[in-house]
Structures are given as structure tokens and as C-alpha cells.
């Protein structure tokens, strides 16, 4: 089973804020929407390229690079060019701290 790792204080990530972080050589971005954190795997399946960046539309985040969105918290693909969901990640809030971990290969 994989480890949690820890990504930072809850209180320092603000609502519509996020965090890229690296974990077993994979980047992921981790979302405060709405005092709720979300993590995904910073890439997108259209091109490769990061996400994070992009601009949040609702509960998406948008490719900087050719606009494709992805729902941060199921991963899906919410507008085109991509048409490969985006991998996501468990994500825990234990007294403050937010903590992450890749589950994929478990």
C-alpha cells in the first residue's frame, strides 16, 4: 500500500488555490474548492503538458496550453481537446495537514 505523503498545512491553501507537489517522481496538483481538497495528477491527456496553471471555471481546471478541461474532483474530461480522463488521488485533512498519496499501483 502506498504511503501518505505530506503536502502541506490546510491554512495555507486557500479557497481556489492549488499546489503541485511531487510524489514518487509523479506531479500532483492538489485544489481547495470551497474548503474541500482535491488532488490530480498535474498532467493533461491531450498533450502531456502541465495543468495547474490553468485558469479554475467552475469545479474544472483548464488547459493553459489548448484549453481542455478536467472535473478536479473525478478527473473527467469536461470540454475537448482531450477525451482521456485525468487520474486522481486520495486526499486527507488530519489536524491541519493535507496529505496525499498515489493509490494506483496498490
Do not use: Q
Not at 514518487?24 to 498533450?47: K, P, W
Not at 482521456?84 to 493509490?103: H, L, S
Request: charge should be negative.
Amino acid at each position: 500500500m502506498s504511503e501518505w505523503f505530506i503536502a502541506g498545512k490546510a491554512e495555507d491553501l486557500g479557497p481556489g488555490e492549488r499546489w503541485v507537489v511531487e510524489v514518487d517522481d509523479v506531479m500532483i496538483a492538489i485544489f481547495n474548492l470551497d474548503g474541500s481538497y482535491y488532488a490530480m495528477e498535474d498532467v493533461c491527456t491531450h498533450d502531456g503538458s502541465e495543468i495547474a496553471s490553468g485558469c479554475l471555471v467552475g469545479d474544472s481546471i483548464e488547459c493553459p496550453r489548448h484549453g481542455a478541461r478536467f472535473n478536479v474532483k473525478t478527473g473527467e474530461v469536461t470540454a475537448p481537446p482531450a477525451y482521456e480522463p485525468v487520474d486522481v488521488f486520495p486526499v486527507e485533512v488530519e489536524n491541519g495537514i493535507i496529505k496525499v498519496r498515489d493509490d494506483r499501483w496498490d
